[in-house]
């Protein structure tokens, strides 16, 4: 069984910066791509980036292109997910989740193997 923890949100203010951590633990070996998506209230889910286990491929969505940097250390079985710039719209919850193939990180938001708890990034002066 595989278990995603999220840790690193916080209140920042507009133009600021956060690094969300994601450590895995259990079985890591079932899964080849990790990503993190967001929800704000009243809103839909959002894909934000994704990684992949095998190569270092990355994905971005149009929304945090050039702001956002995911990276992963293996040796700690931890993902990484850099904010800068962050804007108002940012603010949600962030959760990191497991896909079993990268394409279903990037494509298929929902088709998640495992996801954290989520952690909350509140955006505002």
């Known amino acids: 069984q595989l278990q995603l923890v999220e840790s690193g949100g916080g209140l920042v203010q507009p133009g600021g910066s956060l690094r969300l951590s994601c450590a895995a633990s259990?079985?890591?070996?079932?899964?080849?791509?990790t990503g993190w998506f967001r929800q704000a209230p009243g809103k839909e889910r959002e894909g934000v980036s994704c990684i992949s286990s095998s190569d270092g491929s990355t994905y971005y969505a149009d929304s945090v292109k050039g702001r956002f940097t995911i990276s992963r250390d293996n040796a700690k079985n931890t993902v990484y997910l850099f904010m800068h710039s962050l804007k108002p719209e940012d603010t949600a919850v962030y959760y990191c989740a497991a896909y079993r193939l990268f394409r279903s990180c990037v494509s298929e938001v929902n088709a998640m193997y495992a996801w954290g708890q989520g952690t909350l990034v509140t955006v505002s002066s």
């Open positions: 259990g079985i890591t070996s079932d899964y080849y791509a």
